[in-house]
């Protein structure tokens, strides 16, 4: 059965500090892995990765793909309050169909000032 | 703006009662999904569809319907609330990743 495992469920962290986000998932058919920032509503998009070692970088985030591993990092520097959200990682096992995407649990993580 | 419109943002039913989920895009995205997100757990996927009159279930569709009769709209029917699907609900359309509705939160009590 595919799954997708986000490490840590939690993180509290005070501003200035770097964070690293974990994902690891079996899949079947793998096509891209997809991050997610949730705030008070809907999740919105961060990144998509597709290919093992090309770094994606938004700002202050990147993040990494490892298809031998099997497992992805997201990466935030120098966090504000306003990176206080619950991160979600999500595998397409079927590039641009969605249709069987599957998320993981979400890391929250809360930045205190 | 461009993108998931859903509605209502919150709901109460009673057990038993009946009630569909509005989901409107105007990205003209072909795929559109319903998804629950309960604590702990993340975004589990009900029902999708891949075009106008086309759909299939998904990881938990039971309890729910769905149909597509324009490439627009998708709207997801409760025929009879249970405690169970106490959640918040989140339509979504297919792009480049998915852009998601900004969610309706239920309880059934």
């Known amino acids: 059965e595919d799954k997708v495992v986000q490490s840590p469920l939690s993180l509290v962290v005070h501003e200035g500090d770097t964070v690293t986000l974990n994902c690891s998932y079996e899949v079947t058919n793998f096509r891209s892995l997809l991050w997610y920032k949730q705030e008070k509503k809907a999740p919105t998009f961060l990144f998509m990765l597709?290919?093992?070692?090309i770094e994606k970088k938004s700002g202050r985030l990147s993040s990494i793909l490892d298809k031998k591993e099997l497992f992805s990092i997201l990466n935030i520097t120098a966090t504000q309050t306003g990176d206080s959200a619950i991160y979600l990682c999500a595998v397409d096992p079927r590039f641009g169909l969605g249709n069987d995407m599957r998320f993981g649990a979400g890391t929250r993580l809360t930045v205190k000032p | 703006n461009a993108g998931v419109t859903q509605t209502p943002k919150f709901q109460v039913l009673k057990t038993g009662q009946s009630m569909t989920l509005q989901c409107a895009q105007d990205m003209n995205h072909e795929y559109m999904s319903w998804y629950r997100q309960d604590p702990g757990m993340g975004l589990r996927l009900i029902h999708y569809s891949v075009g106008a009159g086309i759909t299939d279930q998904g990881e938990v569709p039971n309890g729910y319907n769905v149909s597509r009769s324009t490439t627009e709209d998708f709207p997801l029917r409760l025929l009879s609330a249970a405690p169970s699907q106490t959640s918040v609900y989140f339509c979504?359309?297919?792009?480049?990743?998915?852009?998601f509705g900004s969610g309706t939160r239920l309880t059934v009590v």
């Open positions: 597709t290919s093992s070692g």
């Open positions: 979504a359309s297919y792009g480049y990743g998915y852009t």
